[in-house]
């Protein structure tokens, strides 16, 4: 054999080792369930999305088994043609709607469909709600889900689940991070889709490539391992933290406490006000009814007065509920009910001194929503909706599906 066949030879070989360790590595990180939930695939329209048919255990915050519906959201497998005698309620948002954290029962959504179920005002039809919630996700995704994936299931009223802690963030092409999604932009006065993924046919290839490389378990777990490292180099070697500097949960946003202080900021509201108008008025054309819910964030209804009136001195404000009562304000000029959860559930975690967000194995009052807290929001919102249905019926008794017809 010559040198040369020799050299190409042993590439051969030593690229079949390569190949057959990280397939044996790929087999084994499933079997022994280390890996985590291949749950995630790239969208053409929103960057990612829940991968139809997806399921596994979910155990790095929380301990749940997550399993997602061959129409590619979370829940029971339902028909797109709405069966007679059926209320059907499609909520959008992010990863507190997905609550990925705790069994698909203990979600909102689910608590939501047992509550409004009892509701006098849905004069004994069923209640469907369709949790089409994403991780990550900012309301350019969630009109863009609405737009594409919701209206084949002809719902009859849609929640959009506002999280102010980063959704602001998120909507804003200047503020996010990550660009792997679609933003709205104001170009020439229009509101249109802009941004590297709708500009770029190359960004958006990286980003396809991205994803497609998450369904390796090796590959993920490498990338994990990258992020503990780093992590770790950061907690072992902390750079020094100014006295006046506020400090807030890993992935939240202090700045939204308080009116923008920046044109960043000033555009990422202007952006985030005008998307949920977009959400506004396609479902008023769909002849359904709008609720938005605005969800507490963490330090919101964290049961330590003390620990709450130490983090308003640093940020100056008198309360934790501007980006709330803007939200609210909103919907008063745009004609549409808005819910504030973060009043009540801060009011019940004070009263039972309860941590309504962390779990077992992480940091109390922090994170997503645990199980009481989904219950307590999902009861909270039920009670609303149902009050607001109530009210909006004629006397003598409407079917449910009329009162859901928007007033205008």
Not at 249 to 265: F, M, N, V
């Given at each position: 054999?010559?040198?040369?066949?020799?050299?190409?030879?042993?590439?051969?070989?030593?690229?079949?080792?390569?190949?057959?360790?990280?397939?044996?590595?790929?087999?084994?990180?499933?079997?022994?369930?280390?890996?985590?939930?291949?749950?995630?695939?790239?969208?053409?329209?929103?960057?990612?999305?829940?991968?139809?048919?997806?399921?596994?255990?979910?155990?790095?915050?929380?301990?749940?088994?997550?399993?997602?519906?061959?129409?590619?959201?979370?829940?029971?497998?339902?028909?797109?043609?709405?069966?007679?005698?059926?209320?059907?309620?499609?909520?959008?948002?992010?990863?507190?709607?997905?609550?990925?954290?705790?069994?698909?029962?203990?979600?909102?959504?689910?608590?939501m469909q047992r509550r409004?179920?009892?509701?006098?005002?849905?004069?004994?039809?069923?209640?469907?709600?369709?949790?089409?919630?994403?991780?990550?996700?900012?309301?350019?995704?969630?009109?863009?889900?609405?737009?594409?994936?919701?209206?084949?299931?002809?719902?009859?009223?849609?929640?959009?689940?506002?999280?102010?802690?980063?959704?602001?963030?998120?909507?804003?092409?200047?503020?996010?991070?990550?660009?792997?999604?679609?933003?709205?932009?104001?170009?020439?006065?229009?509101?249109?889709?802009?941004?590297?993924?709708?500009?770029?046919?190359?960004?958006?290839?990286?980003?396809?490539?991205?994803?497609?490389?998450?369904?390796?378990?090796?590959?993920?777990?490498?990338?994990?391992?990258?992020?503990?490292?780093?992590?770790?180099?950061?907690?072992?070697?902390?750079?020094?933290?100014?006295?006046?500097?506020?400090?807030?949960?890993?992935?939240?946003?202090?700045?939204?406490?308080?009116?923008?202080?920046?044109?960043?900021?000033?555009?990422?509201?202007?952006?985030?006000?005008?998307?949920?108008?977009?959400?506004?008025?396609?479902?008023?054309?769909?002849?359904?009814?709008?609720?938005?819910?605005?969800?507490?964030?963490?330090?919101?209804?964290?049961?330590?007065?003390?620990?709450?009136?130490?983090?308003?001195?640093?940020?100056?404000?008198?309360?934790?509920?501007?980006?709330?009562?803007?939200?609210?304000?909103?919907?008063?000029?745009?004609?549409?009910?808005?819910?504030?959860?973060?009043?009540?559930?801060?009011?019940?975690?004070?009263?039972?001194?309860?941590?309504?967000?962390?779990?077992?194995?992480?940091?109390?009052?922090?994170?997503?929503?645990?199980?009481e807290g989904h219950r307590?929001?999902?009861?909270?919102?039920?009670?609303?909706?149902?009050?607001?249905?109530?009210?909006?019926?004629?006397?003598?008794?409407?079917?449910?599906?009329?009162?859901?017809?928007?007033?205008?």
């Amino acid at each position: 054999m010559s040198r040369s066949k020799r050299i190409f030879a042993n590439l051969g070989l030593a690229l079949f080792g390569v190949l057959l360790a990280l397939a044996l590595g790929e087999v084994a990180l499933r079997v022994s369930g280390f890996a985590g939930p291949d749950l995630y695939n790239y969208d053409y329209w929103r960057g990612w999305g829940l991968r139809a048919g997806a399921a596994g255990w979910q155990r790095s915050e929380g301990d749940a088994f997550v399993a997602v519906n061959r129409y590619g959201f979370r829940g029971p497998a339902v028909t797109p043609a709405k069966p007679p005698g059926v209320y059907r309620i499609a909520v959008l948002g992010d990863s507190f709607t997905e609550a990925q954290q705790v069994n698909y029962d203990q979600s909102f959504c689910a608590v939501m469909q047992r509550r409004l179920g009892k509701c006098p005002a849905m004069k004994g039809r069923k209640v469907q709600v369709l949790d089409f919630g994403v991780d990550g996700y900012g309301t350019a995704q969630e009109y863009l889900t609405l737009k594409h994936y919701v209206w084949k299931f002809s719902p009859d009223a849609v929640v959009l689940a506002i999280f102010t802690g980063n959704d602001i963030r998120n909507n804003s092409v200047t503020l996010e991070g990550d660009k792997c999604r679609p933003f709205y932009v104001y170009r020439g006065g229009k509101l249109v889709l802009g941004g590297p993924f709708d500009d770029s046919a190359m960004f958006r290839l990286n980003c396809m490539a991205r994803f497609e490389s998450r369904r390796s378990a090796v590959l993920d777990l490498v990338g994990s391992l990258h992020g503990y490292i780093m992590d770790l180099r950061r907690r072992l070697h902390p750079k020094p933290i100014p006295r006046h500097t506020v400090r807030t949960e890993r992935g939240l946003d202090y700045t939204i406490y308080s009116a923008p202080a920046d044109r960043a900021w000033h555009n990422a509201w202007a952006v985030t006000e005008a998307e949920i108008e977009l959400i506004h008025q396609s479902v008023v054309r769909h002849e359904a009814q709008f609720f938005a819910v605005t969800l507490a964030n963490p330090m919101q209804d964290l049961p330590e007065p003390a620990i709450r009136a130490r983090y308003m001195r640093q940020l100056g404000v008198s309360n934790l509920f501007y980006p709330d009562l803007r939200i609210k304000a909103l919907g008063q000029r745009d004609d549409f009910p808005v819910l504030n959860l973060a009043p009540p559930m801060q009011k019940y975690a004070d009263s039972h001194h309860a941590f309504l967000h962390g779990f077992p194995n992480t940091k109390p009052g922090e994170g997503h929503w645990n199980a009481e807290g989904h219950r307590v929001a999902g009861r909270l919102i039920a009670a609303w909706m149902c009050q607001y249905l109530a009210d909006r019926q004629p006397r003598g008794g409407a079917p449910a599906a009329d009162s859901a017809k928007p007033a205008r």
